[in-house]
């Protein structure tokens, strides 16, 4: 498992035969890459599938300023979102419709409302081995055509990181349970634990 974005770096450049580097600040071609292309990478992997160790919670706060037309609420989306998963009304039930516009979710349900996302996880000390994988083959995907000048090159990291994207999907998603939208006050939780 990578414990750096610099080995999560150095893996992409290794499978691309280029040289390691030291920091995203050395002054190669294939460091500023990195640096460039690094954040926008991690979170579009990250995006891409509800990782384990990417999941949060939230009670989000209703905004003052009521949105324009169609919806009755705004609620604030937190600084580090990245992708719903799931939403929940005060009753604890899923609330079915809702929609995301400039980082706020528009919907018609009263606070307290609840959100279940992947948050962008800035530490690649808690990713999984599985998730370091695909996040250098999409960096070595990235990085193909700039360091190479080969569309060929390009496409068969691409077609790469499907395949690891796809393996860490499938080991990711047998970890844990579903999540359950009942109430979580005493009962619900021990109603929950005997499932």
Known sequence: MATSVIEICN???????????MSLGDE??????CNNRWPAVRDAVLRAHPWNCAMSQAELAVSSIAPLWRWEYKYVLPPDFLRIVRVVGQDGTEVGDWEIQGGVILCDEEAPMFISYVRRELDPMKYDALLDEALSARL?????YPLSASTSLAQAYWNIYQEKLGEARGVDAREGIPESVTATGWLGAKIGRTR
């Open 28 to 33: 190669s071609k294939a460091a500023g890459l």
């Open 11 to 21: 893996n992409a450049l290794l499978d691309l035969g280029e040289d390691v580097i």
């Open 140 to 144: 070595a995907a990235t990085l193909a």
